[in-house]
């Protein structure tokens, strides 16, 4: 399985950014599929994921601000970042867990926001 993670790029503050991951297989066969991220010196953390049954998780500081959605058809995931602040500033990860706990990770895609 691999993962293909795109569109990150510099955005200013309040702007906009839309990121996708593309799998090689089929996203019906995964557990969880999402989006980490990891700023400098600090730990990989969840922005927002899907789970298993098609609900979605987000990390408290993006609640209201980022969308996960996916199309199926096209097995993608999309991360909508809406008014994202520079704290948001990281490499973003995709991330996909199959039904027998094999965890793939995307390439990492950087995301600068300016102030």
């Known amino acids: 399985v691999q993962l293909q993670a795109s569109g990150g790029g510099l955005v200013q503050a309040g702007g906009s950014l839309k990121l996708s991951c593309a799998t090689s297989?089929?996203?019906?066969?995964?557990?969880?599929m999402g989006w980490y991220r990891q700023a400098p010196r600090k730990q990989r953390e969840l922005v927002a994921v899907?789970?298993?049954?098609?609900?979605?998780r987000y990390v408290d500081s993006v609640k209201g601000r980022f969308t996960i959605s996916r199309d199926n058809a096209k097995n993608t995931v999309y991360l909508q970042m809406n008014s994202p602040k520079p704290e948001d500033t990281a490499v973003y990860y995709c991330?996909?867990?199959?039904?027998?706990?094999?965890?793939?990770w995307g390439q990492g895609t950087l995301v600068t926001v300016s102030s």
């Open positions: 297989g089929n996203i019906f066969a995964f557990n969880s």
């Open positions: 899907f789970t298993s049954g098609g609900s979605t």
């Open positions: 991330n996909a867990v199959t039904m027998l706990s094999f965890d793939y």
